[in-house]
């Protein structure tokens, strides 16, 4: 069955205007975010004019809305996150509901229980919502198929990261003013990251052009299968690009050594200022973070001006409380925007 079919990925109830002389045209109707993948593009969008509805409420003196009064989240990550659970955490607060976060290093898995055990005794103290980071690709599509739950994917293996690719795209509109047309750069290991994965289905979806470079070995030519352009020549990948996304060696999912040393990488492939001043003037620097300064970035370029890395941690907040609103049935800005 095609995954949009499943009927565990959507909420029953079509949803309605309060004034019934108006139709209220709606894009969002799933009960999970499990990757973008499976997302249209009006979804996306939905979800990006969302954040910007809470980003603005977040502006505001009293930043805190009821919208998950009552609603209980669940935080599983059972991999390592500083970014992302902190950010889900402050989302949740910020809507008002009961959290509860789960370490792994501190739980009943490190004595033999199964994630699905775990995760039936954590639905079974009434969790609404179940965030899940972990290590194994198709974690959080597993949860939606044997749990009552709306499961949210805050990284799974290296599968997808839908929320980072959410706000990758948030951050950019917002800083560009559009998706559609621009020159997307994604350097690093493309094979090992969930973030690359999430990023080119939304960008692609959105009308972006993107380019993968990095080592052969890290960028095979499979991936131009997913609608982007694959270059192993990091000088032609940068010299155009109006977005420059760096991407860290992911060691942790590496079975083997997929390049000869970090020196090596970082000299071949490395962000540094000689390449820096081959780019576009405008051109702006991304990284989902953590980063190895010295090693995909030079220190100095991490912290310049043109660098968006600690905008996109604040725009995580907005995207996160978004995709709970909306995973909770909310209807779009609008209803942001009147509370
Ligand atoms: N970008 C990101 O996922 O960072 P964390 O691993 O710290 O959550």
């Known amino acids: 069955m095609d995954k949009c079919e499943d009927s565990q990925l959507y909420h029953p109830s079509i949803h309605q ?13 799933r009960k999970h975010l499990l990757d973008i993948e499976s997302l249209t593009a009006d979804e996306i969008v939905t979800v990006l004019d969302t954040a910007r509805a809470f980003k603005a409420v ?34 949740e607060q910020r809507l008002s509901a009961d959290i509860i976060n789960f370490t792994a290093e501190a739980s009943s898995l490190k ?10 005794n954590l639905e079974a103290l009434n969790a609404d919502f179940i965030v899940i980071r972990h290590s194994a690709s198709g974690a959080p599509h597993f949860l939606s198929r044997v749990l009552n739950s709306s499961i949210i994917n805050a990284g799974d293996g290296a599968h997808e990261h839908p929320t980072q690719a959410l706000l990758d795209t948030f951050t950019i509109r917002e800083r560009k003013g559009q998706i559609r047309g621009l020159k997307v750069t994604i350097l690093g290991d493309i094979l ?12 692609t979806k959105l009308g972006a052009e993107v380019t993968l470079c990095g080592p052969s070995t890290l960028v095979p030519r499979a991936f131009e299968q997913m609608g982007c352009r694959v270059t192993h020549n990091v000088d032609e990948a940068v010299r155009e690009a109006d977005i420059i996304n760096l991407l860290r060696i992911q060691h942790e999912r590496q079975r083997k050594s997929m390049f000869p040393s970090l020196n090596e990488y970082s000299s071949l492939f490395g962000l540094n200022a000689a390449r820096l001043a081959n780019t576009k003037p405008n051109a702006l620097i991304m990284h989902p973070g953590p980063i190895n300064r010295g090693v995909e970035i030079d220190s100095a370029i991490a912290d310049c001006d043109r660098s968006l890395i600690l905008e996109q941690v604040t725009n995580g907040l907005a995207v996160r409380m978004a995709v709970l609103f909306l995973v909770n049935g909310g209807k779009g800005p609008q209803e942001v925007a009147a509370g």
Do not use: H, M, Q
Not at 75 to 91: D, H, K, Q, W, Y
Not at 111 to 120: M, P, S
Not at 192 to 203: F, K, N, P, Q, T
């Open 58 to 91: 977040g502006e505001r003196s009293i930043k805190k809305v009821p919208a998950l009064r009552g609603k209980t989240v669940i935080n599983l990550f059972v991999e390592p996150s500083t970014r992302t659970r902190i950010s889900f955490e402050l989302a």
């Open 192 to 203: 090992y990251s969930r973030v690359a994965r999430s990023d080119i289905w939304a960008l």
């Open 111 to 120: 004595k033999g229980e199964t994630l699905k055990d775990t995760a039936r």
């Open 17 to 29: 205007s309060s004034n019934p002389t108006i139709p209220f045209l709606v894009s969002w109707t």
